[in-house]
């Protein structure tokens, strides 16, 4: 019996995917391993390798095709003893990209491995209001928000194609003429969100209104810890510099071990308190966020914590991160220092019991024990704490360790 190929899960909160492109094409011999297509999920652009070997009979969702759900069946391999007839008796059809996924499955295969149902072919329509366009055309009009009704097509039959996308300009929505107050409502632009976008909207909304947030903020002093730094710097190459975000993710590290109270989640009905700590750094990229993990933290050196977060940061920007290297984690950081913030609390990442917001470091007027004034590099620090799992005391205790290990760097070194 035919291979049934389907739409993965890739991350824990995936529940559709875009079908990106297709590394094989109809006829072409697989082996265990290969590549077989590229899926977009909420959090990265990832390849999915073939787990059995055959031949590629039938792809049935058209590289290009937007929010086709989990496990739909997008395509089938024919075994090694097999030949075309066993496809027959299967009345799937090829979906067309941007076409939804129903629920229903084709004659021949199984319920709960649904394929999408029939529709048209590129370049066909079904009817005189279908607008003739390439899959690849409709993803780029989706993402830049433009309207193929719109458009002139300069394909084959008036079809659109890349180039006419490409060349249209992204619209601007202008609000309808008003009087009074709502005159004060200026033009805008509106986009449909990404699957990345909605997950985020999705997640935090559910962190801010089931967890009980509360907040400590310290203010600690960099002086020393940039001396030392700029001392460990001036023996190593540009590339493998150590920054302030390094020392930043050891001493939290640190901090985890010493007060272990703190690298705990709520379960509902326990507490889970974790051996080791990985700590989750949130990395912006285009369209929102990522947050790959510095797994023992508390057991790596500053240089391997420094190559390890050029490197991760660099493919969570490109989209190429592995979905082991962003699920998990059981503390997270957030730093807008470098944007020049000087404070701001974050919003927790489920299920992990709390989260530490850094701010820029800033020269300001220090108050010594005699009365005298002198000035001092300090950087805000504000951990937000889910209250179900970390009392007031545990996280004050975290915040005094790492307050300590940052103003005494070379704790940071052994």
Request: hydrophobic fraction near 45%; aromatic fraction near 4%; include cysteine.
């Amino acid at each position: 019996m035919p291979i049934q190929v389907l739409m993965p899960a890739l991350s824990p909160t995936m529940t559709e995917g875009n079908l990106v492109k297709w590394h094989k094409k109809e006829g072409d011999q697989v082996a265990s391993g290969d590549i077989l297509a590229e899926i977009e999920t909420d959090k990265a652009t990832m390849e999915v390798e073939a787990v059995d070997g055959g031949t590629l009979a039938r792809i049935l969702v058209a590289e290009g095709s937007q929010d086709v759900k989990v496990n739909t069946l997008i395509a089938l391999l024919l075994e090694e003893d097999e030949d075309a007839s066993a496809l027959d008796g299967l009345s799937a059809t090829p979906v067309a990209a941007s076409a939804p996924a129903p629920s229903a499955a084709p004659q021949g295969v199984p319920p709960a491995q649904g394929a999408p149902a029939q529709s048209a072919p590129s370049g066909q329509t079904s009817s005189s209001s279908r607008i003739l366009a390439s899959p690849l055309a409709k993803r780029i009009a989706s993402q830049k928000g433009l309207d193929l009704a719109s458009m002139t097509g300069s394909g084959p039959h008036g079809r659109i194609i890349k180039v006419d996308v490409e060349s249209a300009q992204t619209p601007v929505t202008k609000a309808a003429p008003v009087t009074g107050a709502d005159a004060l409502f200026p033009a805008y632009e509106e986009q449909t969100l990404t699957n990345m976008r909605k997950v985020i909207a999705k997640r935090l909304t559910e962190a801010k209104q089931t967890i009980p947030h509360f907040y400590l903020t310290v203010d600690v002093a960099l002086d020393k810890l940039l001396a030392l730094r700029a001392d460990v710097n001036e023996t190593l190459e540009k590339d493998n510099r150590i920054s302030v975000n390094d020392f930043v993710i050891k001493a939290m590290g640190r901090a985890l071990m010493l007060v272990p109270e703190a690298n705990a989640s709520f379960m509902g009905e326990s507490i889970r308190f974790y051996k080791r700590a990985d700590i989750s750094v949130a990395v912006a990229i285009e369209g929102g966020l990522v947050t790959p993990i510095i797994r023992g933290a508390n057991e790596k050196s500053l240089a391997d914590i420094s190559l390890e977060m050029k490197d991760l940061a660099a493919r969570a920007r490109a989209g190429k991160l592995r979905p082991e290297e962003f699920q998990g984690g059981t503390f997270s950081l957030s730093n807008l220092g470098m944007f020049g913030v000087k404070e701001f609390g974050a919003v927790i990442n489920p299920p992990q019991g709390g989260i530490l917001a850094v701010g820029a470091g800033e020269k300001r007027p220090v108050v010594a024990s005699n009365g005298e004034i002198s000035a001092a590099t300090l950087m805000s620090c504000t951990l937000s704490v889910d209250h179900r799992a970390l009392d007031g005391a545990v996280g004050a205790a975290f915040l005094d360790v790492f307050k300590k290990t940052i103003e005494s760097p070379l704790l940071t070194l052994l």
